[in-house]
């Protein structure tokens, strides 16, 4: 079921900001980072860039052990709400003939724009994040997210007193719908008798920069008796994860995404209020295909980062889950032996 508000083009422009550091300006991030051996790293992330504390750090701090490690070049730009599909093609376009190499979309919404400008420059190797591309020279790098969710809902079933849980997307796409169908299953599979109410931010990406919008919404749940809830919205999961640090009920709990939010100084005010984080290693997988450019051997095709191969796991920050450990690691062993097959869409 979709619940969305709507918004003007200017507020969603400003909550985006919001959610940025410096490194993020009113159009694109535009950055450099000079490095040593020839090495160039063009990267166009997706809404909130560099500084959103989830998604796109995660990217981040894969490129930062590319240049600490590798010695790469680095030329970062980022996606505005505004940015139609001829700006995607645009930034990927400019650090393509700029000699970058690779050039990697951080999110599923470079897949169209990416597809085009790889097609233009066949001897530049290409990566997505959270998509694939059907091209010689393009990298799918794509993530078992519903895997990790599932482990997310026996953590919130686990956790929750009242048995009233709810989910937070950035917008109802097929990407974000996984983490929804594995979070449901989770918490279904464990206590039956829960409930989960799930609601999205926004019909497009710019959900994914909206920290007023996560936070009013993870309020309206909280007022209504939610005590987890869980976000798969970017930049907007800032407002999520603040809405449930300042609740009235001490015993809230969020959980994050992407990244271990709890160990991130922008959201340490209410670090003791998340439960844990559905991580996805999108630095591991940012970092290797660097590497593997540089070693001359570049990865293409559909790269998988499974929940067996330890690609998404849930953190552990603040030992919120030393007591219910056991029940997720039996969840664990029986998704990664194929005992558990966790839907990627939600049940009707």
């Known amino acids: 079921m979709r619940r969305v508000s709507k918004i003007t083009v200017a507020a969603l422009a400003a909550a985006a900001l919001a959610s940025t550091t410096a490194a993020c300006g009113a159009s694109s991030t535009d950055s450099d980072s000079k490095g040593s051996d020839g090495l160039k790293v063009g990267v166009a992330y997706d809404v909130g860039g560099r500084g959103d504390h989830s998604f796109n750090d995660s990217a981040a701090r894969g490129l930062d052990q ?5 010695g790469a070049e680095v030329k970062e730009l980022t996606a505005t709400t505004s940015d139609t599909e ?8 400019q650090l393509a003939e700029a000699g970058y190499n690779p050039v990697i ?19 530049v190797n290409f990566a997505i994040v959270d998509s694939t591309v ?9 993530f078992a997210e519903q895997e990790v969710s599932y482990l997310a809902g026996v953590a ?9 849980i709810g989910f937070i997307g950035g917008t109802d796409n097929p990407l974000i719908l996984k983490f929804q169908a594995g979070f449901e299953k989770g918490v279904a599979d464990t ?22 919008k996560g936070l009013q919404t993870a309020q309206g749940m909280l007022a209504r008796g939610t005590d987890v809830i869980y976000h798969a919205a970017g930049g907007s999961g800032s407002g999520v994860i603040e809405a449930v640090g300042k609740a009235k009920n001490k015993n809230a709990w969020a959980i994050g995404v992407d990244s271990d939010q709890a160990i991130d100084p922008g959201l340490a005010d209410y670090k003791d209020r998340i ?30 980062f499974s929940l067996a191969e330890d690609g998404v796991k849930l953190a552990t920050t603040g030992d919120h889950l030393k007591d219910i450990q056991a029940d997720i690691d039996a969840a664990r062993e029986k998704i990664a032996n194929g005992e558990i097959k966790v839907p990627t869409t939600p049940a009707k």
């Open 86 to 93: 001829a700006d995607r093609v645009d930034k990927l376009t």
């Open 275 to 304: 439960l844990t984080s559905a991580m996805k290693n999108v630095d591991v997988a940012v970092f290797d295909m660097v590497k593997s450019v540089k070693d001359g051997k570049p990865i293409t095709g559909t790269r998988s």
């Open 156 to 164: 919130a079933a686990h956790k929750s007193k009242s048995g009233d």
């Open 105 to 123: 979309g951080v999110g599923f919404a470079y897949q169209p724009s990416l597809a085009k400008v790889a097609k233009k420059f066949p001897d």
């Open 66 to 70: 590319a240049k600490d490690e590798l």
């Open 191 to 212: 206590d039956p008798k829960a409930k989960v109410t799930s609601e999205f931010l926004a019909e497009d990406e710019a959900g994914f920069g909206m920290p007023d």
């Open 134 to 142: 059907d091209a010689k020279n393009v990298a799918g790098l794509v």
